[in-house]
């Protein structure tokens, strides 16, 4: 398939149709949907009416957008209007919201055509959407093994080329990590910088929606489209959507980068060889290279773990079966409630629900919680301190390539230390890219992740597009 | 940090209206202990005198001008709920239930 920005020039010149870009998606979703399990809504007849609409618009002489008949991949913690929203859970199943999120009404207003919702781990929580209760989902680059997560459906649905672009969501690496393991581009932006309106909330402080593409220009496209200020979420910046896309080509010379030894340290060897190649590469383009170590993103990982449940536990408080969703009959309405969200909620869920209610519940809220927020300003200081040196961190995006299914399923720690190198930026607020540079044990891609502080995306962009021209794809 | 016990996580469960197995508790208590103990490398940290960071950029209350604007249409919302009478969600008894 090709990327989204031909395909939107192709569609807007009249190269091609909206309709037969679509046809050509679906094709490829219906061909290998079922051994994939990447979709688990597919708006058929929404799709083929926006993409017959667009056509239209086009043959009269209009401009519909800069992601003009290009066909998108809905993580399912997003709503759309009257398409089931699931979150992977059977809490929701059946649900169909009311109202479209914002960034869908966005990718609306730019042209692009929603197919259908993408699985995930259950609302959010996982690193191999393993914990969806609808199945997993499969890495289309090697069946055994995941596609990360949570957003693993995004991402499997770029990298299996049924869609040239997904959204995912990110609250402890949910975008970079699977774009990581599916070999593709993944963004985190800033925090506020993209509104959530309409994004099923995990940790509200975490949270954020953010592209995976195969090209770091067609990111670049999709976040303009996305980001700017929303009046309907209270976390969005006041300003408008960044210059993002006329910045990709602008280079890193001159730029000092700081390559972190706590991004690096305890990756395998293959992923540490990618780093440092990359360090080659930056320097190569023109960049500084300073050598950095933030202790501090280490205590990140304890200090998430504690925040993003207790955030959770908050959050899914709202499913007890009395608006929305799944409800368990019972005699009384406290007895209704436990039994929908004990059969509701999967085993995952129920973990980070059990954990963040006891880090905020009476005589442990100082010990755990309050230590956590207190760690949770090291960190933010840390960061301070490492961009009076740097303009620019790297690091891994994940310690390994993609691993097998079930690998880590029966020790939930063991999961949750795939998020070390990601989580520091979900603190911080601050954006973040994964971009693929190189490949490691059975061929699998490596992600090479860029840091930088708050909205500093354009040379996010720049830095992941050279790494992108030296590892050859593009 | 205090140390997690079986019935910690039996009183939490309630407080989180969930219900557990006798086989969840143990797994429950076994697994969460492990995510405590590693976050224990907090305790060996000075934080006396750091601020706690609750969000990214502080939270501030957002205001709006108190104009009526359209809303979600009531007979769309009221579809989506598992039961619901003269157009109002309907639970179960609220009281007298056991304590």
């Known amino acids: ?474 | 940090m205090p140390e997690l016990r079986r019935e910690d996580v039996a009183h939490v469960a309630k407080l989180a209206r969930l219900i557990m197995s006798d086989a969840e508790l143990d797994m429950f208590t076994h697994q969460l202990g492990q995510v405590l103990d590693h976050a224990s490398d907090m305790n060996a940290l000075d934080l006396d005198g750091v601020v706690a960071t609750a969000h990214p950029f502080g939270l501030v209350n957002v205001v709006r001008d108190d104009v009526p604007r359209t809303c979600l249409d009531h007979d769309v919302v009221m579809a989506m709920a598992p039961d619901a009478e003269d157009g109002r969600f309907a639970v179960p008894r609220i009281l007298g239930e056991a304590p």
């Open chain 1, 1 to 474: 398939m090709k990327s989204a920005r031909q395909t939107a020039l192709d569609v807007q010149n009249g190269d091609t149709s909206a309709l037969s870009v679509l046809e050509e998606s679906l094709a490829q979703i219906y061909s290998r949907n079922e051994e994939l399990h990447v979709f688990l809504y597919v708006d058929e007849e929404g799709a083929r009416k926006s993409a017959a609409a667009l056509d239209e618009r086009i043959a009269r002489g209009e401009n519909v957008g800069s992601l003009a008949g290009v066909p998108v991949a809905l993580k399912d913690n997003l709503c759309q209007t009257n398409i089931p929203t699931t979150c992977s859970s059977k809490i929701l199943e059946g649900w169909r919201p009311p109202y479209n999120a914002t960034v869908v009404d966005r990718l609306l207003a730019a042209g692009a055509v929603p197919v259908g919702k993408t699985n995930l781990d259950e609302f959010a929580m996982g690193s191999s959407t393993e914990n969806s209760a609808f199945g997993p989902t499969r890495n289309p680059l090697n069946t055994s093994r995941v596609p990360g997560g949570s957003s693993g459906g995004s991402a499997a649905a770029v990298a299996a080329d049924m869609t040239p672009l997904a959204l995912g969501s990110d609250t402890g690496g949910s975008i970079r990590q699977p774009a990581a393991l599916c070999g593709l581009v993944g963004v985190k932006p800033s925090y506020g910088l993209v509104s959530r309106y309409g994004l099923i909330a995990f940790a509200s402080s975490l949270d954020q929606i953010g592209p995976l593409t195969k090209t770091v220009s067609d990111a670049a496209i999709a976040l303009e489209v996305i980001a700017g200020h929303d009046p309907l979420d209270t976390t969005s910046l006041p300003e408008p959507s960044p210059s993002l896309v006329g910045h990709v080509e602008d280079g890193v010379a001159g730029m000092r980068i700081g390559v972190v030894r706590e991004l690096i340290d305890g990756a395998d060897a293959d992923v540490v060889a990618s780093v440092e190649r990359a360090v080659e590469v930056l320097k190569e383009a023109g960049a500084t290279i300073v050598e950095l170590s933030v202790p501090e993103f280490r205590l990140g990982l304890s200090a998430y773990y504690l925040i993003a449940p207790a955030e959770a536990s908050s959050n899914l408080a709202r499913f007890d079966g009395v608006r929305y969703g799944l409800r368990v009959k019972a005699d009384d309405v406290t007895a209704m409630m436990e039994a929908t969200r004990t059969a509701g909620f999967g085993e995952e869920v129920k973990r980070r629900i059990m954990l963040g209610t006891y880090a905020l519940s009476a005589g442990y809220y100082d010990a755990y919680y309050g230590q956590a927020l207190k760690v949770r300003t090291l960190t933010i200081d840390a960061f301070r301190r490492a961009y009076r040196e740097a303009d620019l961190l790297l690091g891994a995006t994940t310690p390994s390539v993609a691993f097998e299914f079930g690998s880590k399923t029966a020790d939930p720690m063991a999961m949750y230390l795939s998020d070390v190198f990601t989580i520091p930026s979900n603190l911080s607020g601050e954006p973040a890219i994964s971009v693929p540079f190189g490949t490691g044990e059975a061929g699998l891609p490596i992600g090479v992740q860029l840091l930088g502080p708050g909205r500093s995306e354009a040379q996010l962009f720049a830095g992941a597009r050279v790494l992108e021209i030296a590892d050859g794809r593009l």
